[in-house]
T-cell receptor, first 114, second 115 residues
Framework: DGGITQSPKYLFRKEGQNVTLSCEQNLNHDAMYWYRQDPGQGLRLIYYSQIVNDFQKGDIAEGYSVSREKKESFPLTVTSAQKNPTAFYLC?????????????FGPGTRLLVL | GENVEQHPSTLSVQEGDSAVIKCTYSDSASNYFPWYKQELGKRPQLIIDIRSNVGEKKDQRIAVTLNKTAKHFSLHITETQPEDSAVYFCAASIKENTGFQKLVFGTGTRLLVSP
């Protein structure tokens, strides 16, 4: 998991503002994921990408957008349409996204609304 | 729909006791069941996993059992230590229509081990 980095550690968003969370991995993994973690709700999948230039919506994609222009990078944008963005955001990666793979997590970004 | 239920939500034990956390899943096609440990403010870290072709797996003080018929799996920690205190998440793999496998997570168990 040391091969996945996220930045910033803390991020503050003003009303109506879009913010972008960075996720980089040097594990040569094909698949990358974004999760949102709220207290008492576990991890919920926002978006995932199995290969470069392809990504799919997860269970709670509304108000979020992603891109996958490079294998190493999977940035997440929290748009102004996301009305309750305060949460801990975790990025993860796995070798291929196929059957039964371990996912390795980044250190997370805590997003707070001003 | 896809669902993983986890119990209990909190668990307090004395050092040296055993702790058991249980999860149930809804998709009979699920074939991969990892357990993650998350310390406060840190990333989840894999502690053990099991695949559907085995019923039990053990790694030192940690073991996981799987009952495919009943669709439930459990984490067992023996001889608990204060450093085992953390939130533990179970997960089950779910196959999308595209063939891609995602993980669905339980809501977590906060384990507190008192010295």
């Amino acid at each position: 998991d040391g091969g996945i980095t996220q930045s910033p550690k803390y991020l503050f968003r003003k009303e109506g503002q879009n913010v972008t969370l960075s996720c980089e991995q040097n594990l040569n993994h094909d698949a990358m994921y974004w999760y949102r973690q709220d207290p008492g709700q576990g991890l919920r999948l926002i978006y995932y990408s199995q290969i470069v230039n392809d990504f799919q919506k997860g269970d709670i994609a509304e108000g979020y957008s992603v891109s996958r222009e490079k294998k190493e990078s999977f940035p997440l944008t929290v748009t102004s349409a996301q009305k309750n963005p305060t949460a801990f955001y975790l990025c993860a990666s796995s070798p291929h996204g196929g059957g039964g793979e371990t996912q390795y997590f980044g250190p997370g970004t805590r997003l707070l609304v001003l | 729909g896809e669902n993983v239920e986890q119990h209990p939500s909190t668990l307090s034990v004395q050092e040296g006791d055993s702790a058991v956390i249980k999860c149930t899943y809804s998709d009979s096609a699920s074939n991969y069941f990892p357990w993650y440990k998350q310390e406060l403010g840190k990333r989840p870290q894999l502690i053990i996993d099991i695949r559907s072709n085995v019923g039990e797996k053990k790694d030192q003080r940690i073991a996981v059992t799987l009952n495919k018929t009943a669709k439930h799996f459990s984490l067992h920690i023996t001889e608990t230590q204060p450093e085992d205190s953390a939130v533990y998440f179970c997960a089950a793999s779910i196959k999308e229509n595209t063939g891609f496998q995602k993980l669905v997570f339980g809501t977590g168990t906060r384990l507190l081990v008192s010295p």
